[in-house]
């Protein structure tokens, strides 16, 4: 029988940095709130016998959120044997709101104060004994960050668990105790002494899901009801807030003597820079510019350069190390193979199709960690929380939600967890919003793509890169205002709160953990989704049938060519109506990576009779303007297949998916087909029924953005 501690507390107060602290595991680390929507198991070290439970942060134990629920359901219903209550120290009353939960469930709770040398550095000081005398639990300091008594506090925490004392709790007023009583009294009785509590003062706040639970009869609920609306009488206020203001003040004589903060407030060093970087004026442009410079730095710049390195030399020409000549792994192979006597299409499929599918994919590993690098930092050292809360503000006059904002940065990973992180959001609409919104950013596997058309077409110009970001946010913002005004999203606002985090300098412990799990999934991504593609593509691309029959033939008549020549029309107003395209767009369906290993498969040199290699031939198969609006389709187009699954699990409807995917294959459509017919008309060609077409989605696009809000008049 092993013991179990659950980690709770609010939002980022640091229980995944105490988590992986206490188990030695790798969980992500963000300074927002919402990263951990589902609870995380571990050992703690050196115990084998003991788990620790990393609970969604949570403000109260209200089952309004997502994480309430989760936190709530395993803290009530598993019981874990002590809980470990993380709390800010630089935030104490706000989170001991939550502590004044927690120890009415009966379970010993120890109380972790986090953040101390923060907390020191204010010149705070918080007397630790007395708030343990009066919370009658333990109540330990420590910093998760700097790794300080965090064992100790987990060996307070099975110290208690052995404890079957009674936990104590405060006393609410004596109205609401009368009333408690009677409620313990009436239907709870033969629960256990401990547990009653917490059940007695759900009841009391009328909580749905615990009156449900219980399966309560409805003649002792009008009996309860009668005693409660006696002291909501009395205290002319409703049930739930008579018990949240009770909390208030009694937080507030527990921290009195306490809880000394130093009198004269200077302004912090994070105030200080927010005061720039939130500035009125100065938030945007800053944002812009931060942005701009990660994409310019990571794809365009010292990117592309460690990127060309790595297809010159590894996956090229090869290379010399000291004097000695090391040959390209594709020329390495390809040698060894017919020195091995090997069949020739063998060596095709393996030096044309796999080596070329993985290597066009590994070769812009460089750019990648590199993004994957600066967006942690940006992530953990504060800004991006500010990011929230600016957009919050700006989305807020389009009536959408900087809540939004957090699953759109987590999707510049991936788009899996970006979709998944929506559950952090209440209100329904802005959820669903989010959800078809938030792969138009572009995800960590379309980041070759856009690599290799900057690259390839655009001689990697500064612009080409930071413009796939800027798209996206444009997208996400267009959309936003447009559907927010249709029938589907009619409904209440709900307003958004967000704390802002102090700025803190990440170690690079965290900052090189993060960059490796995003890299290693792209890797491994690469090494099965990519080959098995490449592989099928290499085959597609040089079987069919020609006037001897079937066999390997010329890539034209190759069975791939006649299936993308079957539906390359439907491109051909975006001005990349060839097969090689659309059969490349559609292997970005699977896996968005696919679209480079096959553009490389389908382009490399060999195959298609041209000595150049995969980035000149591809730079002589598009025109500039046709490839930045290939580019354009594939960012904004449906992504890839787990992430339409992620869509569907989190719209919990088929129908408001197949709207997600299908608004998102529109969208980007419109958006290529404006790109090439606008795009060719100004440079001289194109044709006048094309460019009048896209001028005709422009009038309705801007009518669709500013027409009146009919959702909103009606609310008026
Ligand atoms: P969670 O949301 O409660 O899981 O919090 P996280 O573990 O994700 O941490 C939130 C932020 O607080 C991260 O940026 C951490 O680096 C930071 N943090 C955690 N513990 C400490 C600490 O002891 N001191 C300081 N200064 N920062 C901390
Ligand atoms: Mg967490």
Redesign the pocket.
Known sequence: MGISIALA???????????NELTGSNQF???W?G??VEKKEGVLKGHDDVKIV?LP?VYSLSPYTTEEIVARKYLVNEKPDAILD?VDGTNLERNLYLTTQLLELGIPVVIAI?????VRKNGDKIDIELLSKRLSCPVIE?????GEGCMDAADHAIAASHDNKLVAHHNFSGEVEHALAHIEEACIHDMPLEQQRWYAVKIFERDKEVIKDLSIKGEILKHIEADIRLVEETADDDAESIITNERYLYIERLVEGCYERRLIKRLSQSDKIDRIVTNRYLALPIFALVMFLVYFISVSSLGAWLTNWVNDSIFGNGWSLFGLEIPSIPDAVSSLMVAGGFAPWVIGLVVDGVIAGLGAILGFLPQMLLLFLMLSFLE?C?YMSRIAFILDKIFRKFGLSGKSFIPILVGTGCGVPGIMASRTIENINDRRMTIITTTFIPCGAKLPFIALISGALFGGAWWVAPSAYFMGICAIIISGVILKKTRMFKGEETPFVMEL??Y?M?TLK?LLRSMWDRGWSFVKKAGSVVIGASIIIWFASNFGWDENGFGMVSMDNSLLAIIGSAIAFIFIPLGFGIWQAAVSTISGLLAKEGIVSTLAVLYAGASIGNSGDFWTNIAGAFTPLEAYSFLAFNLLCAPCVAACSAIRAEMNSGKWSAFAIGYQCLFAYLVSFIIYQVGSFVTGGGSVIGVTIALIIIAFALYMIFRKNKNYEEKL
Do not use: R, Y
Request: charged residues 10%; neutral net charge; glycine residues 14%.
């Open positions: 507390g609010n939002p980022n107060v640091g229980k995944t940095t105490l988590f680390v963000g300074n709130p990263v951990t990393d942060g993380i986090n953040m101390m040398d923060t420590i910093s998760a960050l700097k953990s504060g985090p102090p803190h990440p965290n």
